[in-house]
């Protein structure tokens, strides 16, 4: 089983369109795939389900071993694709590892699922926590979504400080562009030199554009919804190359 996770420490930059295509696109190469929401915002869920949202379930019967996490899942939202939705509740997420668990507890909540998954994605919350830290831990690899911006370029860059005082695993990071405006000169200039201003190359650059808005309206992911847009064959970009970080290497 492999984990990888979608993070930024800003939000609204499109990290959850980006987890939840990257999970129907591996659903459908036939991994048998897993996303969990664990921002409180709930945003996956109407990605998947449009008006009539996935309803999560709260988290304390599962933390205090009490019920298994099998319970939390909704099988086959697609075919191959599970989900756990959030619940308001997960805003004390962080807090209620640490009291229950302690360090280890998110790989140790993932751990049964191991013998029927293929591909855990997480969708986290843009915070800096413990629960941040655990993922970050746990993950093989983490998703990164960059606007071409000096502010989100800076956000990046902290970041990577953070992984590394924590000593977390740098390597672990990978940036690709989001929301990309390419009729603004500062946009352009950035994705030219990606490797330059990021520190290595980004996977993708998918665009600001109204398609990827139309996810929430519709409820479905962009593949089912617009897979000839250029922002679905950008997500295909990102897909190729994670399936490269995690398989071919």
């Known amino acids: 089983m492999r984990i990888i996770a979608f993070y930024s ?4 930059v499109g990290k959850t369109a980006a987890a939840v295509n990257t999970a129907y696109l591996a659903s459908r190469d036939n991994l048998r795939t897993l996303l969990w929401d664990l921002d409180p915002q709930g945003a996956s869920s109407f990605y998947l389900a449009g008006a009539e949202p996935v309803k999560g379930r709260k988290l304390s019967k599962l933390l205090e071993g009490k019920s298994p996490i099998a319970r939390f899942i909704h099988e086959d939202v697609y075919p191959n694709l599970d989900f756990i939705p959030a619940h308001s509740s997960f805003r004390n997420f962080d807090i209620k590892l640490e009291q229950e668990h302690g360090g280890s507890a998110l790989k140790d909540l993932l751990a049964p699922l191991s013998e029927d998954t293929s591909l855990v994605i997480l969708d986290c919350p843009p915070t800096l926590s413990r629960l941040t830290e655990q993922v970050l831990d746990v993950a093989d690899m983490v998703y990164v979504p960059v606007v071409p911006t ?7 860059d902290q970041l990577k400080q953070f992984v590394k005082d924590k000593k977390l695993g740098v390597k672990k990071l990978r ?9 603004k000169n500062l946009h352009r200039d950035v994705l030219a030199r990606d490797a330059e201003k990021l520190g290595l190359p980004a996977l993708a650059a998918v665009p600001y554009a109204s398609a990827v808005e139309r996810m929430g309206e519709e409820g479905q ?7 000839g847009s250029l922002a679905a064959g950008e997500f295909r970009k990102l897909w190729s190359g994670i399936k490269t970080d995690l398989w071919s290497r």
């Not at 420490?9 to 609204?12: D, I, L, N, S, T």
């Not at 000096?150 to 990046?156: A, K, P, R, V």
């Not at 992911?221 to 897979?227: N, R, S, T, Y």
């Open 175 to 183: 940036p690709f562009f989001s929301m990309v405006d390419r009729r």
């Open 150 to 156: 000096w502010l989100s370029l800076n956000s990046w």
């Open 221 to 227: 992911p962009l593949e089912v919804l617009a897979p």
């Open 9 to 12: 420490p800003k939000g609204g």
